[in-house]
């Protein structure tokens, strides 16, 4: 068994648990006063949150609801906790939008063995950000903007940056972001709005058009418009189901398309990539940058389509595979070997391009590539908090099973252990050992 530093034995023992109706149980010395949250502020003692180290995530609005965590977030701290044990550090989770200004403590949870158990504490100096929708979280407390102020005053340092999320969080600025990097690397894409010209004019360039929620949506409301010498068959993705209709033309796909993206969502247009086949899917490649306070490493996968998809994301029945092992059957052992290598190259270039343009802030990146029918490599998505690998997406360290091991051990074990390295090596730039 390859050793990661992370004992897999303590994930075995007890199912997890969450909820805030848990009662108290002991927690560990060393972190100051930690109390449930309904007996009221902790008193605040100087230097009692150097041994904690934040998890930003969204948390329910009521103490009453039960906590939700995806498999992703749960393996993530799980493993980080874990990691951090030996160094006398413990994983604070607690939800950016429930700091306060004028309160010296912020309600969360610790992870013990499994179960998430309520306390307060003040917010660390070092945090990790694993929110989705940051902005929108974080408006609905103290204020995105004040935010900002205040943890900055506070000498409160958070990575990934609110910042940065907000910025990868759109699409068409993702697009541009890439663009100063590599002209040619993102498929040309435009705001969407909804126009006949702007539609009929990326239906003429390419045979396939895709239409996305501009923000990320885990692959759900994604819009497909497909030229067929029978007229435009238009495909959306959503929760798993597509929706298929097939109209006679450009006014009738426009008519369709409107329907289809009613609402308040904002979308953006984006030249499709005829990806090159594997059996009767398309695939993808996910590549995870990691970055362990040191340097980074990359973690892959390749996700393939449910047969007839055009959407390869696992939330829409993708399933994965080794990304080595599907390079050589496609395309021979070397043709896939050159491919793995321009995948590695492209991956550490637009890494470096983001890291120095945001130094020393980053532990994570998630980039979605493709690769088109002339063998182009081509980038889709950046994820500044993606889903982990394989079955990381689907199952716990509580819930998986002995088949699961293996994966866990080459993508899962290693991604958790690089996070708690990096998080652990801001505590010493940060002062808070």
Same mark, same amino acid.
């Given at each position: 068994?390859?050793?990661?530093?992370v004992?897999?034995?303590?994930?075995?023992?007890s199912p997890?648990?969450?909820?805030?109706?848990?009662a108290?149980?002991?927690?560990?010395?060393?972190l100051?006063?930690?109390?449930?949250?309904c007996?009221?502020p902790?008193?605040?003692h100087r230097?009692?949150?150097?041994?904690?180290?934040?998890?930003?995530?969204?948390?329910?609005?009521?103490?009453?609801?039960?906590?939700?965590?995806t498999p992703?977030?749960?393996?993530?701290?799980?493993m980080i906790?874990a990691?951090?044990?030996?160094?006398?550090?413990?994983?604070?989770?607690?939800?950016?939008?429930?700091?306060?200004?004028?309160?010296?403590?912020?309600?969360?949870?610790?992870?013990?063995?499994?179960?998430?158990?309520?306390?307060t504490a003040?917010?660390?100096k070092v945090?990790?950000n694993?929110?989705?929708r940051?902005?929108?979280?974080?408006?609905?407390g103290?204020?995105?903007h004040e935010?900002q102020?205040?943890a900055e005053?506070?000498?409160v340092?958070?990575?990934?940056?609110?910042?940065?999320?907000d910025?990868?969080?759109?699409?068409?600025?993702?697009?541009?972001?890439?663009?100063?990097?590599?002209?040619?690397l993102?498929?040309?894409c435009?705001?969407?709005d909804?126009?006949t010209?702007?539609?009929?004019?990326?239906?003429?360039?390419?045979?396939?058009?895709?239409?996305k929620?501009?923000?990320?949506?885990?692959?759900?409301r994604i819009?497909?418009?497909e030229?067929t010498p029978?007229?435009?068959?238009?495909?959306?993705?959503?929760?798993?189901?597509r929706?298929?209709?097939?109209?006679?033309?450009?006014?009738?796909?426009?008519?369709?398309?409107v329907?289809?993206?009613?609402?308040?969502i904002?979308?953006?247009?984006?030249?499709?990539i005829?990806?090159?086949?594997?059996?009767?899917?398309?695939?993808?490649?996910?590549?995870?940058?990691?970055?362990d306070g040191?340097?980074?490493?990359?973690?892959?996968?390749? %996700?393939l389509?449910?047969?007839?998809?055009?959407?390869? #994301?696992?939330?829409? *029945?993708?399933? +994965? &595979?080794?990304t =080595?092992?599907?390079?050589?059957?496609?395309?021979g052992?070397?043709?896939g070997?050159?491919?793995?290598?321009?995948i590695?190259?492209?991956?550490?270039?637009?890494?470096?391009h983001?890291?120095?343009?945001?130094?020393g802030?980053?532990?994570?990146?998630?980039?979605?590539?493709?690769?088109? %029918?002339?063998?182009?490599?081509?980038?889709?998505?950046? #994820?500044?908090?993606? *889903?982990?690998? +394989? &079955?990381?997406? =689907?199952f716990?360290v509580?819930?998986?099973?002995?088949?699961?091991e293996p994966?866990?051990?080459?993508?899962?074990?290693p991604?958790?252990?690089?996070?708690?390295?990096?998080?652990?090596s801001?505590t010493?730039?940060?002062?808070?050992?």
């Amino acid at each position: 068994m390859i050793d990661h530093g992370v004992s897999t034995r303590a994930f075995a023992e007890s199912p997890p648990r969450t909820g805030a109706g848990e009662a108290d149980t002991p927690l560990s010395a060393g972190l100051g006063v930690l109390r449930h949250p309904c007996e009221g502020p902790a008193p605040v003692h100087r230097g009692e949150n150097t041994s904690l180290i934040g998890f930003q995530v969204k948390l329910p609005a009521s103490a009453a609801e039960p906590l939700k965590f995806t498999p992703s977030v749960v393996n993530r701290i799980a493993m980080i906790d874990a990691e951090l044990g030996p160094s006398g550090h413990r994983l604070f989770i607690y939800s950016p939008g429930q700091v306060r200004a004028d309160r010296a403590t912020v309600p969360g949870y610790l992870h013990e063995a499994g179960r998430f158990l309520p306390v307060t504490a003040p917010v660390p100096k070092v945090n990790g950000n694993w929110t989705r929708r940051t902005r929108r979280v974080i408006d609905g407390g103290m204020g995105y903007h004040e935010f900002q102020r205040w943890a900055e005053d506070q000498g409160v340092a958070i990575y990934v940056p609110p910042a940065l999320c907000d910025l990868l969080a759109n699409k068409h600025d993702t697009y541009r972001l890439v663009y100063a990097y590599n002209a040619t690397l993102h498929p040309h894409c435009e705001v969407c709005d909804l126009s006949t010209e702007q539609l009929e004019r990326f239906i003429e360039s390419g045979r396939l058009t895709f239409v996305k929620p501009r923000r990320g949506s885990r692959g759900n409301r994604i819009v497909v418009i497909e030229r067929t010498p029978a007229g435009f068959a238009i495909s959306q993705y959503d929760r798993g189901e597509r929706r298929h209709r097939l109209t006679g033309s450009i006014k009738d796909a426009r008519k369709c398309l409107v329907e289809l993206t009613r609402g308040r969502i904002k979308y953006v247009m984006e030249h499709g990539i005829e990806t090159m086949p594997f059996g009767g899917s398309t695939f993808d490649v996910r590549v995870i940058m990691v970055n362990d306070g040191r340097s980074w490493r990359w973690l892959h996968e390749a %996700r393939l389509s449910k047969p007839g998809s055009h959407v390869s #994301n696992v939330a829409q *029945g993708g399933e +994965s &595979v080794p990304t =080595d092992e599907l390079m050589f059957e496609l395309l021979g052992t070397e043709r896939g070997l050159h491919m793995m290598r321009e995948i590695r190259s492209e991956s550490f270039g637009l890494v470096g391009h983001l890291d120095r343009r945001f130094p020393g802030s980053l532990h994570e990146l998630a980039f979605d590539f493709a690769i088109d %029918r002339e063998g182009r490599l081509k980038l889709l998505e950046i #994820n500044t908090k993606p *889903g982990l690998s +394989s &079955v990381g997406f =689907d199952f716990t360290v509580w819930n998986k099973r002995p088949e699961h091991e293996p994966i866990f051990e080459r993508w899962v074990y290693p991604h958790g252990k690089s996070l708690a390295r990096f998080l652990l090596s801001k505590t010493v730039v940060q002062g808070a050992s």
